[in-house]
């Protein structure tokens, strides 16, 4: 993992000392730490953007989560401009 996932890291688990033992987030954990609704955090999703996933299908129950270092590269990769995600093609 490069200085800046660990740097990213190290400010997820900050805003939150619970997130600093998990591996996975929830959808209302990772909107909380990049600002943003649930909805749109679904929204970016089903389009195929942000961060990395996993899908975890029980009976007739689906549950999202995501690996907290998929969160953390898809931030150090990512800006929103002018309500535009931008993807840093250079990482």
Not at 34 to 40: D, F, L, Q
Not at 42 to 51: H, L, V
Not at 55 to 76: D, H, I, M
Request: aromatic residues 8%; glycine residues 6%.
């Amino acid at each position: 993992m490069n200085d800046l996932i660990n740097l990213q890291l190290d400010l997820i688990n900050k805003i939150n000392p619970k997130y600093e033992k998990k591996l996975l987030l929830t959808q209302e954990e990772v909107a909380d730490i990049i600002g943003i609704s649930t909805g749109t955090l679904k929204n970016i999703r089903s389009k195929g953007f942000g961060p990395r996933y996993i899908k975890f299908k029980y009976g007739n129950k689906e549950r999202v989560l995501y690996p907290k270092t998929a969160l953390a590269q898809w931030v150090n990769e990512t800006e929103k401009i002018n309500d535009e995600w931008i993807i840093d093609e250079k990482n």
